[in-house]
């Protein structure tokens, strides 16, 4: 009897996590991504040390494995070969400029597992330039995204 307990409840568990996950795609429920962006005052400093304007580049991927293994330089060079079928679109951000907060949302397709993020610092040897964020699909996925000096970072 107590074997049977658990097995309902299991079964229970399970069918109202798929019915949870078929609802919203049967609600046709969109797949959104907002950044909250902040630039720091000192963003990309330039080899004399001044401050300048920074681009994002949105890699909407149905897998991030390649990505995360590919640096800066092949990325911004060659991203469409490299990433192969794991690449679905890239989105070119408006510049960010020094100091600057804004929102940024993106419309996702449901094939859209994940989005790399590459920031174009102008010393991208030295600085943290590529990141990715998983994406729930049938959801409003929201992000902090910090972009100090030399690097972005994802704020928990």
């Known amino acids: 009897m107590k074997r049977l307990n658990i097995l309902l409840a299991a079964i229970l568990i399970s069918l109202v996590t798929?019915?949870?996950?078929?609802?919203?795609?049967?609600?046709?429920?969109d797949t959104v991504a907002s950044f909250?962006?902040?630039a720091s005052d000192n963003l990309n400093p330039d080899h004399d040390g001044r401050a300048?304007?920074?681009t994002l580049r949105?890699?909407?991927l149905s897998d991030n494995r390649q990505f995360s293994r590919e640096e800066f330089i092949d990325l911004y060079r060659n991203a469409n070969q490299l990433l192969g079928n794991d690449l679905i679109d890239t989105i070119v951000l408006k510049e960010l400029?020094?100091?600057e907060?804004?929102?940024?949302?993106?419309?996702l397709s449901s094939e859209v597992r994940f989005l790399g993020i590459l920031a174009e610092y102008s010393q991208y040897e030295k600085s943290r330039n590529v990141i990715s964020v998983p994406i729930v699909a049938h959801s409003k996925n929201k992000f902090e995204l910090l972009t100090q000096?030399?690097?972005?970072v994802?704020?928990?």
């Open 52 to 54: 300048s304007p920074l």
């Open 58 to 60: 949105i890699y909407k």
């Open 101 to 107: 907060q804004r929102v940024e949302t993106i419309e």
């Open 97 to 99: 400029v020094p100091g």
């Open 18 to 29: 798929t019915s949870c996950t078929k609802t919203r795609s049967m609600l046709n429920l």
């Open 149 to 152: 000096e030399d690097a972005i």
């Open 154 to 156: 994802l704020k928990k």
């Open 36 to 38: 909250e962006i902040e």
